[in-house]
């Protein structure tokens, strides 16, 4: 089957949409929540965090988030370590996952997609895209922030005109009664293409 990494920045709707395609039958892996969860249970990536952060990574026996986020806060190193342990746990992971999945195609969302090199491990990556201020205001209802707070997020995120440039796919998330027509596109032509993969093999 075909796997389809879809990304986006904050605000512009990427769980969303992949909300959409679970409801058509798409399976989908939201590598934040595994990531999480491959560092309370990845024996091997606990040992790893220990190794790299202390044992104070770990409180009885459960990740200190709030300690983990203080130490790489700040600090590209630190960051680049954690993330060269938790990356691959979760690569491996998702390559796991997808093999149990039937169907024509898997999603993997991630909002790193391409910079975690997660796009390698996909066929086909799209990218889901608003307008700066539909994002900031989305954001700020969902998670209660304060717009400055937003748009600093979105400034070290990768922009959408890279986005376009490198993903297969783009969704423009603006009106939800055109989003959905938009998703029932892409969801065609996804399936169309692994069948006509299969039809080649």
């Known amino acids: 089957m075909i796997k389809v990494?879809?990304?986006?920045?904050?605000?512009?709707?990427?769980?969303?949409v992949c909300a959409l395609l679970a409801a058509r039958g798409v399976a989908v892996y939201?590598?934040?929540?595994?990531?999480?969860r491959l560092m309370e249970e990845d024996g091997f990536l606990r040992e790893g965090l220990v190794a790299r952060f202390g044992a104070a990574v770990y409180r009885d026996g459960q990740?200190?988030?709030?300690?983990?986020?203080?130490?790489v806060f700040g600090n590209a190193l630190a960051l680049a370590d954690l993330n060269a342990l938790v990356h691959p746990a979760v690569r491996r992971d998702f390559e796991?996952?997808?093999?149990?999945?039937?169907?024509?195609?898997?999603?993997?969302?991630?909002?790193?997609?391409?910079e975690s090199g997660f796009d390698a491990v996909v066929d086909r990556t799209v990218a889901v895209l608003a307008p700066a201020e539909v994002r900031v205001e989305r954001a700020c209802?969902?998670?209660?922030?304060?717009?400055?707070?937003?748009?600093?997020?979105?400034?070290?995120?990768?922009d959408d005109d890279t986005l376009c440039r490198r993903a297969d796919f783009t969704l423009v998330n603006i009106?939800?009664?055109e989003l959905e027509p938009a998703v029932d596109e892409l969801d065609?032509?996804?399936r169309h293409e692994n069948q006509v993969?299969?039809?080649a093999n």
């Open 5 to 16: 990494g879809i990304t986006g920045g904050i605000g512009s709707g990427k769980s969303t």
């Open 30 to 36: 939201d590598s934040d929540a595994a990531a999480r």
């Open 63 to 71: 990740l200190d988030r709030s300690y983990l986020a203080g130490v």
């Open 96 to 114: 796991e996952w997808a093999a149990r999945q039937t169907g024509d195609y898997v999603v993997l969302e991630s909002a790193i997609l391409f």
């Open 141 to 158: 209802r969902r998670d209660g922030s304060r717009p400055e707070a937003v748009r600093a997020r979105m400034a070290v995120q990768t």
């Open 175 to 177: 009106m939800e009664e």
């Open 188 to 190: 065609r032509r996804l």
């Open 197 to 199: 993969r299969q039809h």
